[in-house]
């Protein structure tokens, strides 16, 4: 190695040039806006990671002990020494625990280039110092204010020697070693002790309620003897007319050097706060998944003719939300859990037509067709995955507009992220085990401790309220089972790799626990008290993190989560429905009839039951049993979709293990009797009939005035209302009308779904740049490092003798006539010379290569390119110039 690989960088470009092709892909993944695009060279990679917006992001994605460790080095001397920081973590006495978890904190800063320098001069990048350190306008989190030096900056000379020779130090001759005199006096812990120890109590009182901050403090034109004595002595520095500040190294020696109250060098632990059988779980989320599949086709099969209009924004109307709760028979923000998790799904969409309705979509019938664990587990997965977030519904946006179900401005790039990290932790727990809500709160604002902070800790932060719905939806999805991870959980996400189905025990009656885990208020109270966690990935990974690694596991910081693929999740799927489908109650072929013209579905039914169920009877109740119930308008409903009363006769005989009571036989033939008996057309309308003394009961009937009917023939009336407005006032008149064509045959309506047009489900907004695979981080470190060799290589002038001259400043391209540049190609073609050029691409695009040409023939150099690794041909009318390298 060189010489000078071995000295102290002197930039943050430097630093990187130094670094293993491991470590600079371990910045690149960290950091993935840094590859978006590839960078030049180094010194470009250094520069994107110094802007604001890449360090601020930076900065968010810490946890609370590296934060910590990168605000105590934004109030220190610039560089420090890695002892200087030590101090100002553990403090003048010293803690063993923050000194075992430094090395990992520092690890992190350098790793993602917040910091650059050998542990005798640690650099803070100046952009993440700005941001951390102390202002008037940005206090920081320390509660340390400025230092000597910036409080004093705006103070005239005689002032400061003033206040020299009040703390007993020699004047001298100017303010910079007076200021150098006074920041060693506050430095010094004997001599700060001796002078705070002369002072008034009450002055030291005034210290002690500045101490921890905020630094800064009010007072008079003519202040009080107490702290005239601090302002004298500059223990008290003045920022502004009547506004004082307490300097940061006046603040340290009161702290016993400690920059922060109450470092956190461990993660809060996250423990089982209830534990319960696993099979309890397992049979609990079971249930609730059958439920949440029963939920989505009731909510689909409600909006099959058409759902609720489109907003003119965008979106579900608060009056339809209104509806499909009751509908659904659930609350409102449950509701709209539910049509935004179809709508993720692909299984409705709006259907685009000039009054534009939500729908089912064409694979909503192929979803349907699909086993029921293969059904949950599409539901499961876009739910992971899905930026889109139910629970803003009901909120408003930053321009103070309301936020509706299905409507623009739901997606949180985070709740992909936060859902992940929920479920690794619970994962990380031994099954059956339920966290405590604010332990696993606690744990998500250390992992992502500056967004907190932004929130000053509150419960309002969108990562909390983001980990409070996760678990809440988990719960209703069936994920989880009474606040605990279910095995088919872990699996969904990948938890579980290797682990055997010995612990799913098949439910012959999950019916009984599908309706205690739905109806139960355990269940569900424990999903709401519960629905706040957080995990900074798979705490169970056995990662390497230094002195960490000691902790159990529930302290220990956990590894990033890694990008899963649609491949590798697709797997996890199939394997979480592999172990739920035994779980899951085995569909039903028969119903229970019951004389008072009511039938029980003591469980799930096989669909084409279900659907000619629908047809027949109206549903009355739900839950672990559904109770059905017959009508004179459900029985018609069947026959105007086309059934006889024979075939509905035969159809319940075949599917009751009861006989058919005769009440609900005679129900069928009286209304089979009566139907058709009426044919509705279109004239504007007409209505048909064989018996003429029926027409004139209608035209006598007062009820019937609002359809304007008149005779047109002893056995045809005429409506001016169309013929759908006919039927149902004809039916609600007590008729049995049935609609005709213009053949004259009857009309059949049956159950046909109005479906939109081909959809995709919505795609995911990502949080800022994918992270690069292996693939591109190996591709790009290969790109970026040949071009740092271009940029960086010793070049002599063209035509010189050998002597190396210096690169051309700003990256200026090398500028020589078409001959010169003809002309060293051709020499270094014979000697097998590298070269430096500069190159202008088709698009008008300048850079500048490394190349070592093997041939120029016909306006053309063949060689081999450093910086792209390959052999390349370059028209020489596009190359700027040429220059070669020096010799070493």
Not at 852 to 872: C, K, N
């Amino acid at each position: 190695m060189s010489p000078e690989a071995h000295s102290a960088p002197r930039s943050l470009a430097e630093s990187l040039r130094m670094r293993d092709d491991a470590s600079l892909a371990a910045l690149l993944r960290s950091r993935p806006d840094l590859i978006t695009p590839v960078p030049t060279d180094l010194t470009q990679l250094a520069t994107r990671a110094g802007t604001r917006a890449s360090v601020l992001r930076a900065l968010e994605r810490l946890d609370r002990f590296a934060l910590q460790a990168a605000e105590a080095l934004a109030v220190a001397p610039d560089p420090a020494s890695y002892g200087t920081l030590l101090g100002l973590m553990a403090g003048d006495a010293g803690d063993e625990t923050v000194a075992d978890a430094l090395p990992r904190a520092v690890g992190t800063l350098r790793e993602q280039a917040l910091v650059w320098g050998d542990d005798e001069r640690m650099r803070l990048v100046r952009t993440a110092r700005e941001l951390l350190a102390p202002s008037a306008q940005h206090p920081s989190p320390t509660g340390l204010g400025p230092s000597v030096q910036e409080a004093t900056s705006g103070m005239s000379p005689g002032r400061i020697q003033e206040i020299v020779a009040a703390a007993g130090l020699a004047s001298t001759h100017d303010s910079v070693s007076a200021v150098t005199a006074l920041t060693g006096l506050f430095s010094d812990r004997k001599k700060m002790t001796a002078l705070l120890g002369e002072a008034p109590e009450a002055s030291r009182e005034v210290l002690s309620r500045l101490v921890w901050g905020p630094p800064y403090g009010q007072v008079t034109a003519d202040p009080a003897a107490h702290l005239r004595w601090l302002l004298d002595r500059g223990l008290l520095l003045p920022t502004a007319p009547g506004t004082v500040v307490l300097p940061r190294e006046v603040a340290l020696h009161l702290r016993e050097g400690r920059a922060h109250r109450a470092p956190e060098p461990l993660p809060p632990a996250v423990g089982p706060d209830a534990t319960h059988a696993p099979q309890v779980v397992d049979a609990t989320a079971a249930g609730q998944a059958y439920t949440a599949l029963a939920t989505v086709e009731e909510l689909l099969k409600d909006w099959d003719e058409g759902g609720p209009a489109v907003l003119r924004a965008g979106g579900l109307s608060v009056r339809d939300l209104k509806r499909t709760a009751v509908a659904l028979d659930v609350p409102e923000p449950v509701a709209a859990f539910w049509v935004e998790l179809a709508y993720a799904a692909g299984l409705l969409a709006s259907d685009g037509e000039a009054d534009e309705r939500y729908a089912a979509t064409p694979f909503y019938e192929e979803w349907l067709e699909r086993p029921p664990a293969e059904r949950w587990g599409r539901l499961a997965e876009v739910w992971l995955s899905a930026t889109r977030t139910a629970g803003l519904v009901g909120g408003r946006d930053a321009k103070d507009r309301a936020l509706s179900a299905l409507g623009p401005g739901l997606d949180r790039s985070a709740a992909p992220e936060v859902r992940h990290r929920v479920l690794a932790l619970l994962a990380a727990l031994p099954q059956g085990a339920a966290p405590g809500a604010e332990a696993v709160l606690a744990r998500l604002r250390w992992e992502r401790a500056l967004r907190g902070q932004q929130q000053d800790g509150g419960d309002d932060d969108l990562r909390s309220r983001l980990a409070r719905w996760t678990l809440s939806e988990a719960e209703l999805l069936g994920v989880t089972g009474r606040g605990a991870l279910s095995a088919h959980g872990r699996a969904l996400i990948g938890a579980s790799k290797g682990a055997s189905a010995a612990s799913v025990t098949p439910a012959s009656s999950v019916t009984s626990a599908s309706a205690a885990s739905a109806a139960s208020a355990p269940s569900v109270a424990s999903a709401a008290s519960v629905a706040s966690a957080a995990s900074a990935g798979s705490a169970a990974s056995a990662e390497s993190f230094g002195p960490g690694d000691k902790l159990p596991v529930h302290h220990r910081p956990a590894p990033p989560v890694e990008p899963r693929s649609p491949a590798e999740q697709a797997v996890d799927t199939a394997a979480a429905a592999r172990l739920l489908a035994p779980l899951l109650p085995e569909p039903l072929d028969h119903v229970l009839l019951q004389a008072d013209l009511t039938a029980v579905a003591p469980g799930p039914l096989r669909r084409p039951l279900a659907a000619t169920l629908d047809v027949l009877a109206d549903v009355e109740s739900k839950g672990g049993a559904t109770v059905y119930r017959f009508t004179p308008a459900s029985v018609r409903r069947a026959l105007d979709a086309g059934r006889a009363a024979a075939d509905l006769h035969a159809f319940l005989t075949a599917h009751s293990r009861t006989p058919v009571p005769q009440p609900l036989a005679y129900l069928i033939d009286d209304v089979a009797r009566k139907h058709g008996h009426l044919r509705v057309g279109a004239a504007s309308a007409y209505v048909r009939c064989d018996d003429d003394a029926l027409l004139n009961e209608i035209l006598a009937d007062k009820r019937a005035a609002a359809l304007r009917l008149r005779r047109l023939a002893p056995t045809v009336l005429a409506a001016q209302s169309d013929p759908a407005a006919l039927l149902e006032g004809l039916r609600a008149m007590g008729y049995a009308p049935a609609a005709e064509s213009a053949e004259g045959d009857v009309l059949i309506t049956r159950a046909d779904a109005h479906r939109t047009p081909p959809r995709t489900a919505p795609e995911p907004v990502p949080d800022g740049p994918p992270p690069p695979d292996a693939t591109l981080l190996s591709a790009a470190i290969r790109a970026i490092r040949a071009g740092d060799l271009a940029a960086t290589a010793p070049r002599k002038a063209a035509g010189s003798t050998g002597a190396a001259g210096a690169p051309l400043a700003g990256g200026e391209l090398p500028r020589t006539s078409s001959a010169e540049t003809l002309a060293t190609m051709q020499a270094a073609v014979l000697t097998g010379g590298s070269l430096w050029i500069g190159y202008v691409n088709a698009e008008g695009s300048a850079s500048q290569r490394v190349i070592a040409p093997i041939r120029v023939e016909g306006g053309f150099v063949t060689a081999y390119d450093h910086t792209a690794d390959e052999v390349r041909t370059y028209p020489l009318h596009r190359i700027t110039g040429v220059a070669e390298l020096a010799d070493d």
